[in-house]
């Protein structure tokens, strides 16, 4: 009796896991740019750029582990980027996942030379610009801005 009482336990688990991975692909597939917001323009105080129709992307934090030897543990930061046009909207909305790995890198590897480099804002953005360019086919990223940036 146990033994079917564990069964049925592991069954409704096994149950309950399935349907939480069938719903969240099924809001993925419906909601596929989650993490990403259009803004044109409209921009609220934590930006910092004002232009006629500047179109403008924001990306959800970013959150990285700083190196253990640093007084810091982890540095928490959103960033913004402008957009040449709004073809370059459309691309990035397509390869966002792997924009979001690029990104990664780009502060992994800042966060792994110390928190000096980390400290550098300017050689950051300089270093996420390159590296999002690197990947855009149809225009590029003019200007990256923190609206968010946090070393803990």
Not at 49 to 62: H, K, P
Not at 71 to 84: G, R
Not at 99 to 107: A, E, F, H, P, Q
Request: net charge neutral; proline share 1%.
């Amino acid at each position: 009796m146990a033994q079917n009482l564990k069964k049925l336990i592991a069954g409704i688990a096994l149950a309950l896991c399935l349907s939480l991975v069938v719903y969240g692909l099924k809001q993925w597939h419906m909601n596929p740019g989650g993490d990403c917001q259009k803004v044109t323009s409209t921009l609220d105080n934590s930006a910092s750029i004002t232009r006629d129709s500047a179109e403008i992307l924001d990306f959800a934090g970013f959150v990285v582990l700083l190196a253990e030897n640093e007084d810091q543990a982890y540095l928490s930061l959103s960033i913004s980027v402008k957009l040449s046009n709004s073809n370059v909207y459309r691309e990035i909305e397509k390869k966002k996942t792997f924009i979001r790995g690029v990104i990664y890198g780009v502060l992994d590897k800042a966060a792994k030379t110390g928190s000096a480099q980390i400290m550098s804002k300017e050689q950051l953005k300089q270093d996420i610009l390159d590296a999002v360019n690197r990947l855009l086919v149809t225009g590029i990223v003019d200007d990256v801005y923190f609206t968010k940036f946090l070393a803990v």
